[in-house]
């Protein structure tokens, strides 16, 4: 078997799917009622339609309507969904002028079942509603107004893979694996829709990057009980426990086929993978398998020229993983995004630690708090699978929570909480940056001063407690507890744009030089990690190692030699 790196849904895959990406009938009309839209235009999906890669390039858009016609012939046995990756903010699907769903949240997945309108052509038509002045909804880096400073041009509408899924009427709905080092094995939980008494799964030998097809290594049959499976898959180990470990420099992945199953029959299969890891932290330490690992991050906020928010394609996905390992980074910060799936699988192929964050809102409500849990709770079931996902930032420089009240306190604390009752899996970043609560695994910090004063500041203790003038806590820092330095850097070249870094220089030496400053310090720092800020330049922010269109500012081999000393100049841990 060989799993599809092209599939909206990597970690449960089925070879029957079609993309509907490419040209849809559109329309900017604000109009509630169908039958009061004229579609006037054409759209290149799945870009949004401030981006030049949509063919409209419409700088602020409040509605968006989308027309498609599909013919398809109903198959026996056989059910047809469609699926939306990401509608940004608010949709509404019709069929046939009927509206059949709803649903709220610009970045998490949804579908539906089209199987009972296949007799004659299906109209599709999607309403998507994106107010561009709402405070009060998860929107990450989108501006308010006008794009400036650290603020880009918005993303409305369909903006991640749209797609027909035909599943069996007994079918697989959904895999959720944990992985176990004390035991070398996947705890697992399948669910599964319509009849079947039993899921078959069989594990496949590890491998790096590709999934061949070979012999299952084990085969293990978990009995249905209310349509769901559960139950432990053990590795039958025949070689060292750390060549099977899944890391950044051994990104090892278990390919998995999953089989419902009815007595002999098989209802449904489907095509998952899993990668053995585990990590913890001690005193704002970050553990790897139980060991102690030195995150060296770029901040990635996941921008294109041509569809802002949406990738030009896979290709492009892959590009920013590759450039991110060249440059000799082990992993990015996703910075106020829930980056597409396809990304996830990439960086779990190649091997890049992803720190995934939520998107901010920007006034505290209660509205805004039930808007921000829906999407939370769905983007940690979609990327649960993932081994490159490591720690979820929750929040960042206390966007939205700003003015503190105890409300927002609360909310904070809570939402900690909820978090890690999801999934205790993995690291938890409260507040990134500064005025972090009393639950974090990561004492994160931003710092944008100079490299000699950051030098200063963390090369020694005590650390700086208001290092740009905001308390890093509410509470005292622990004793022994290391600050992870999660933005840092923002070095411009100095050119005839008019964009923006937060310091500059002039002359592209001059500027790898810089670079290695900053990357000096934080390598040779009590620091248990650091994000540099940033990967390539967005928009008007000028500040990354490679320009807006992942063209080198420095040449990759002397930052990778550069980090890739890191290791000898960092002070041990106590």
């Known amino acids: 078997m060989k799993l599809d790196p092209n599939h909206p849904r990597p970690t449960l895959q089925r070879?029957?799917?079609?993309?509907?990406?490419?040209?849809?009938?559109?329309?900017?009309?604000?109009?509630?009622?169908?039958?009061?839209?004229?579609?006037?235009?054409?759209?290149?999906?799945?870009?949004?339609?401030?981006?030049?890669?949509?063919g409209v390039g419409e700088p602020w858009v409040q509605v968006a309507w989308y027309r498609k016609v599909l013919r398809i012939k109903p198959r026996p046995s056989l059910r047809l969904f469609l699926r939306f990756g990401a509608v940004d903010y608010r949709a509404e699907v019709f069929l046939n002028g009927a509206r059949v769903l709803e649903h709220e949240g610009g970045h998490t997945p949804f579908g539906l079942e089209l199987t009972s309108f296949l007799e004659r052509p299906l109209e599709v038509l999607v309403r998507a509603e994106d107010d561009p002045s709402d405070p009060e909804k998860p929107r990450g880096k989108q501006a308010l107004g006008e794009p400036e400073g650290i603020f880009y041009p918005r993303t409305t509408g369909i903006w991640q893979p749209v797609w027909l899924e035909w599943v069996p009427e007994s079918h697989i709905a959904s895999l959720r694996?944990?992985?176990?080092?004390?035991?070398?094995?996947?705890?697992?939980?399948?669910?599964?829709?319509?009849?079947?008494?039993?899921?078959?799964?069989?594990?496949?030998?590890?491998?790096?990057?590709?999934?061949?097809?070979?012999?299952?290594?084990?085969?293990?049959?978990?009995?249905?009980?209310g349509g769901l499976a559960r139950g432990f898959l053990g590795l039958p180990l025949k070689e060292e426990v750390g060549a099977i470990l899944w890391r950044p420099e051994n990104p090892v992945l278990f390919p998995l086929r999953l089989r419902l199953l009815g007595g002999r029959r098989v209802l449904d299969e489907a095509y998952s993978y899993g990668g053995l890891r585990e990590v913890s932290a001690r005193q704002g330490v970050f553990f790897l398998n139980r060991e102690p690992y030195f995150p060296k991050l770029a901040l990635d906020q996941g921008l294109w020229p041509e569809g802002h928010l949406a990738p030009p394609g896979l290709e492009a996905l892959r590009q920013d993983i590759l450039l991110a390992k060249v440059l000799g980074f082990n992993g990015v910060r996703k910075h106020q995004k829930l980056e597409d799936p396809r990304y996830l699988h990439l960086a779990d192929r190649f091997g890049l630690l992803v720190f995934a964050e939520m998107p901010s809102f920007f006034r505290f409500s209660p509205r805004a708090a039930r808007r921000y849990l829906a999407e939370l709770v769905a983007a940690l079931e979609r990327d649960h699978n993932h081994p490159s996902v490591v720690a979820w930032v929750l929040f960042n420089?206390?966007?939205?929570?700003?003015?503190?009240?105890?409300?927002?306190?609360?909310?904070?604390?809570?939402?900690?909480?909820?978090?890690?009752?999801?999934?205790?899996?993995?690291?938890?970043?409260?507040?990134?940056?500064?005025?972090?609560?009393?639950?974090?695994?990561?004492?994160?910090?931003?710092?944008y001063a100079p490299p000699e004063v950051l030098a200063r500041r963390y090369r020694q203790k005590p650390f700086p407690l208001t290092p740009m003038g905001r308390p890093l806590s509410w509470e005292a820092l622990p004793e022994g507890v290391r600050p992870f330095l999660s933005e840092f850097g923002g070095v411009r070249l100095k050119g005839s744009t008019p964009g923006w870094g937060y310091r500059e220089v002039e002359g592209e030496e001059a500027f790898l030089q810089?670079?290695?400053?900053?990357?000096?310090?934080?390598?040779?720092?009590?620091?248990?990690?650091?994000?540099?800020?940033?990967?390539?330049?967005?928009?008007?922010?000028?500040?990354?190692?490679?320009?807006?269109?992942?063209?080198?500012?420095?040449?990759?081999?002397?930052?990778?030699?550069?980090?890739?000393?890191?290791?000898?100049?960092?002070?041990?841990?106590?």
Not at 26 to 40: G, H
Not at 198 to 214: N, Q, S, T
Not at 417 to 428: I, N
């Open 397 to 447: 420089e206390s966007w939205g929570l700003w003015p503190w009240g105890p409300e927002a306190r609360s909310f904070l604390q809570g939402v900690f909480f909820l978090a890690r009752s999801l999934d205790p899996t993995r690291l938890l970043v409260d507040n990134d940056g500064f005025e972090h609560g009393s639950f974090w695994d990561l004492y994160t910090v931003h710092d």
């Open 177 to 225: 694996l944990r992985p176990d080092l004390e035991a070398l094995g996947f705890h697992l939980e399948v669910q599964a829709v319509g009849e079947g008494d039993a899921v078959e799964v069989a594990l496949f030998p590890g491998v790096r990057g590709e999934v061949l097809r070979e012999k299952p290594w084990l085969e293990a049959r978990f009995p249905l009980v």
């Open 15 to 54: 070879p029957g799917w079609k993309s509907l990406e490419g040209p849809w009938n559109f329309s900017l009309n604000e109009a509630e009622d169908p039958k009061k839209v004229r579609f006037d235009r054409t759209i290149r999906v799945p870009f949004p339609p401030e981006s030049p890669g949509s």
């Open 514 to 574: 810089e670079v290695l400053r900053y990357l000096e310090v934080a390598c040779e720092s009590l620091l248990s990690g650091f994000c540099y800020t940033q990967l390539y330049d967005t928009f008007q922010e000028e500040n990354g190692l490679l320009d807006f269109w992942r063209r080198p500012k420095v040449p990759p081999e002397r930052v990778r030699a550069f980090l890739e000393g890191c290791e000898a100049r960092r002070v041990l841990w106590e």
